[in-house]
């Protein structure tokens, strides 16, 4: 009961951190939608009828009693790409050309030409983008060094493959939208200027962490809301983090004092090999769609202050009440789900492309429980391209693998490739007895002092500690009991 109320309590005060993200994102919206600016969202566009113009495919949809045409996908090879004025003689007013996870990346086109009526443009998914040009009628922006900017200053849109190393947000800009800078491969450090309000929102972070060299973020010193500390973007009075560079190598220790990590904040961090969170941290974004420490492809380890109230790790995987939050995409081998765990996150196991045997003995584990999945493609193990899993046969972990053709094995067929060893077997003589029961028993009342590899085994219930419990498991397992507590006989 008492986790299930502080569960509620992380809930609440996650909506409340990121209100100002979605307000801000739906006043935007709202405002396209009435004035013919930024015209459609992502779901939006999905629900009505695409058609296909030559290379395009688009929507039409009436604003101010008017038809307008909102591109959302380019079809052909060419490698310049310049987009038409009109389509069926009505304005094209806005281009949204999404990248998605479980889609493909477009690789050959380099250049575009915005058109004369567009006022809303994103290019995420031209991964070899390296200018955007303006049709010399458009009111609204202007190309500089091929990057899309308005001509008030106030929005801009980066090329992922512009050929330039640093870039200074624009002086009027005061929302950085989110993957603004989507996996910008060549740049290696961004200054955020004076009256930036809002880095991101509820869309996501602002992508800087996803920018596989990205060594450092700067922040004027003016600003009031941000700051930089060692090249990582904190709000102004360094209680939140807001965004981690994606290119900073080595392992990284949240400051004491940090209570809050923002959404997608490190998200796709080539550089990040480890993480340490303080007992300080109580939110991390929106935890259950949250992006951070996913498809981190060198991320091996990440630890939790063992003082922490709201979150944990256990074998360095993090986790939050009976939920896995993110699996490290650079840790190697087979794991097995702690047995109390019944549900993960939006891609929890995003980018595990080292994991290759994942055990859940768990028969309630539902993967889509949370309801945030948006379409029946999505899986928490997208890109896990090498993983088998071992699970109960007829569950609904079962019938989700076979939807999404992942590999899936009855739990008792699991390989234990990662030791010699066996869950509850602490004197080595491959059998479970009671001896190695009574040898738990007295580590759980400090008679006994375990290595790191012996509390693991020792810890056959997944509670991330060793105590009497575990021992009682053991020794029923002992006498052919065959207690939940031991979760594979290996």
């Known amino acids: 009961m008492r986790k299930r109320i502080l569960s509620l309590l992380i809930a609440c005060s996650m909506l409340a951190a990121v209100g100002t993200g979605i307000s801000a994102y739906a006043a935007e919206v709202d405002s396209g939608l009435s004035s013919g600016n930024n015209v459609l969202s992502q779901s939006s566009a999905s629900e009505i009828d695409k058609k296909i113009y030559d290379d395009f495919e688009y929507v039409t949809y009436e604003s101010q009693n008017h038809s307008k045409v909102h591109i959302t996908s380019y079809l052909g090879n060419n490698s310049s790409v310049v987009f038409p004025n009109t389509i069926e003689g009505k304005p094209v007013v806005s281009i949204e050309i999404y990248y998605y996870l479980n889609g493909e990346e477009n690789t050959t086109v380099k250049s ?21 040009k303006v049709n010399s009628g458009n009111s609204k922006y202007k190309s500089v060094n091929g990057v899309l900017i308005a001509k008030d200053k106030t929005e801009f849109c980066y090329p992922r493959n512009n050929k330039a190393t640093s870039f200074a947000i624009p002086e009027n800009v005061t929302w950085v939208k989110s993957n603004a800078f989507f996996k910008c491969k060549n740049l290696t450090s961004v200054t955020v200027n004076d009256k930036a ?17 990205m060594k450092e973020i700067k922040v004027s010193s003016k600003n009031e809301n941000y700051c930089d500390v060692d090249g990582v973007l904190f709000n102004k009075d360094k209680t939140s983090i807001a965004c981690y560079p994606g290119g900073l190598k080595g392992a990284y220790s949240i400051p004491e004092g940090v209570d809050a990590i923002s959404v997608d904040a490190f998200y ?8 340490h969170i303080p007992k300080t941290v109580t939110m991390i974004g929106g935890i259950m769609t949250d992006m951070n420490f996913k498809f ?39 794991y097995i789900l702690p047995e109390n765990i019944r549900a993960t996150t939006f891609h929890g196991f995003g980018g595990c492309k080292n994991l290759t045997a994942l055990a859940v003995p768990n028969a309630d584990f539902d993967v889509t429980s949370g309801g945030w999945f948006e379409s029946p493609e999505d899986t928490p193990f997208i890109g896990c391209d090498n993983l088998t899993i071992y699970g109960v046969s007829g569950s609904k972990l079962e019938e989700h693998a076979k939807q999404h053709n992942i590999p899936f094995k009855p739990i008792s067929e699991y390989p234990d490739n990662n030791s010699s060893s066996k869950n509850g077997d602490l004197d080595g003589d491959n059998k479970i007895t009671a001896a190695d029961a009574l040898l738990v028993l007295r580590a759980s009342v400090g008679l006994e002092k375990f290595n790191d590899e012996q509390n693991k085994l020792a810890d056959v219930d997944g509670s991330g500690k060793v105590d009497s419990a575990d021992s009682l498991s053991i020794l029923r397992w002992s006498v052919g009991l065959k207690d939940k ?3 594979i006989e290996l």
């Open 112 to 132: 575009v030409t915005v058109p004369a009526n567009c006022e809303s443009c994103r290019f995420d998914n031209f991964a070899a983008l390296e200018e955007i």
């Open 197 to 213: 309000s809002l880095i991101g929102g509820s869309g996501g972070g602002c992508g800087l962490s996803t920018c596989p060299n």
């Open 268 to 275: 796709a961090c080539d550089g990040l090999t480890s993480v």
């Open 296 to 334: 981190c492809p060198n991320l091996t380890e990440i630890s939790v202050d063992e003082n922490n109230e709201h979150i944990y790790t256990v074998d360095g995987v993090l986790f939050w009440s009976d939920t896995l939050v993110a699996y490290p995409a650079g840790k190697k081998g087979n």
């Open 485 to 487: 507590g031991i979760l």
